[in-house]
Nanobody, 125 residues
Framework: QVHLVESGGGSVQSGGSLRLSCAVS????????MGWFRQAPGKEREGVAA???????RHADSVKGRFTISQDNAKNTLYLQMNSLKPEDTAMYYC???????????????????WGQGTQVTVSS
């Protein structure tokens, strides 16, 4: 049973920083594709960033230059460093996992099968 547990969310002022973590357990596949997604009230869930087993990353245009996805395979932990936060970044943030990053869009929620419960990020102006 794959479990993903997010942490690190909170409330910050515009321009501030947060680092989200996602602890992964129960994942036994040799390959892994991980992603961060977010969903604001009344909006659809959207992809933020993704990373594959080799460390290749992709970031959504809306966060390029501000957010960075990374992972520590030894700790089975995924991270999202968020800098220069804006009020429009306010959302529930989720991590997600699947076996391979190929064969679909890594920023599309439908592409991922394992999901965490989310951590709230609120950015005030």
């Amino acid at each position: 049973q794959v479990h993903l547990v997010e942490s690190g969310g909170g409330s910050v002022q515009s321009g501030g920083s947060l680092r989200l973590s996602c602890a992964v357990s129960g994942y036994t596949y040799s390959s892994r594709c991980m992603g961060w997604f977010r969903q604001a009230p009344g909006k659809e869930r959207e992809g933020v960033a993704a990373i594959d087993s080799f460390g290749t990353t992709r970031h959504a245009d809306s966060v390029k230059g501000r957010f960075t996805i990374s992972q520590d395979n030894a700790k089975n932990t995924l991270y999202l460093q968020m800098n220069s936060l804006k009020p429009e970044d306010t959302a529930m943030y989720y991590c997600a996992a699947r076996t391979y990053c190929s064969g679909g869009s890594v920023l599309a929620p439908w592409f991922f099968g394992y999901w965490g419960q989310g951590t709230q990020v609120t950015v005030s102006s």
